[in-house]
């Protein structure tokens, strides 16, 4: 079965085939000719997700599965949440996003943090929903190279190494939407 995953982040669509791409092959939107810059401006990581999807469920009718994910830190409130993207700025740039942060947390105690992802699937028209979280804490600076977004600063619980220090397999194995896909691909197993 051919499955868009409805994202324009290449490095997620690579996460997502390593979990997923045995069972099912997956494509990107723009692969399929289709370069829509898909809006992100709902309230929730559910309503986005369900938006992207929905969107691209209108151009063909193609089954199509869309995520959002957001670090909610618990002493900002839940933030920057829906807005991790752009929390500094419109750029997206993820250095000038953990340079807030860090800003953020200057002199805060609690650095209790997760990542959630959810993840909206049309199947045949038919809407689902599932959800991957990962407890951790935010350091006070950076450390690593893998991975993307706020990786280098974000301490898994249990760990002694950042989400940017693990392998590309490691930290699928644990992460946020490493869950989420496998909760959608044990879901797909069952169609
Ligand atoms: P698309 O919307 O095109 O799929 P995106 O980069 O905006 O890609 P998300 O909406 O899923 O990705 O995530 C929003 C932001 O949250 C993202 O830009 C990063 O700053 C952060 N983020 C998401 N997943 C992350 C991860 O695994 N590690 C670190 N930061 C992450």
């Not at 991975?147 to 898994?156: E, N």
């Not at 930290?171 to 869950?179: D, M, T, V, W, Y």
Request: proline letters at 3%.
């Amino acid at each position: 079965m051919e499955l868009i995953f409805a994202t324009s982040n290449k490095h997620k669509l690579s996460e997502a085939k390593g979990i997923i791409g045995n069972q099912i092959s997956l494509v990107s939107p723009e692969s399929l000719g289709i370069f829509d810059s898909i809006p992100e401006d709902e309230p929730t990581l559910e309503g986005n997700a369900l938006f992207k999807a929905r969107y691209l469920w209108q151009i063909n009718k193609m089954n199509v599965f869309a995520d959002d994910t957001g670090l909610e830190v618990e002493a900002l409130n839940g933030s920057p949440g829906v807005k991790s993207a752009r929390y500094a700025s419109e750029e997206c740039d993820a250095g000038l996003n953990m340079q807030k942060l860090l800003k953020e947390l200057n002199g805060v105690k609690n650095r209790k943090a997760r990542f959630r992802t959810v993840i909206a699937l049309i199947l045949d028209g038919r809407e689902y929903l599932f959800e991957g979280i990962v407890n951790g804490t935010i350091l006070e600076n950076k450390s690593g190279t893998g991975g993307f977004g706020y990786d280098p600063l974000f301490l898994p619980d249990g760990y002694t190494k950042t989400l940017a220090e693990l392998t590309f397999e490691e930290k699928n194995l644990i992460s946020h939407r490493g869950l989420a896909l496998r909760k959608l691909a044990e879901f797909l197993k069952t169609i």
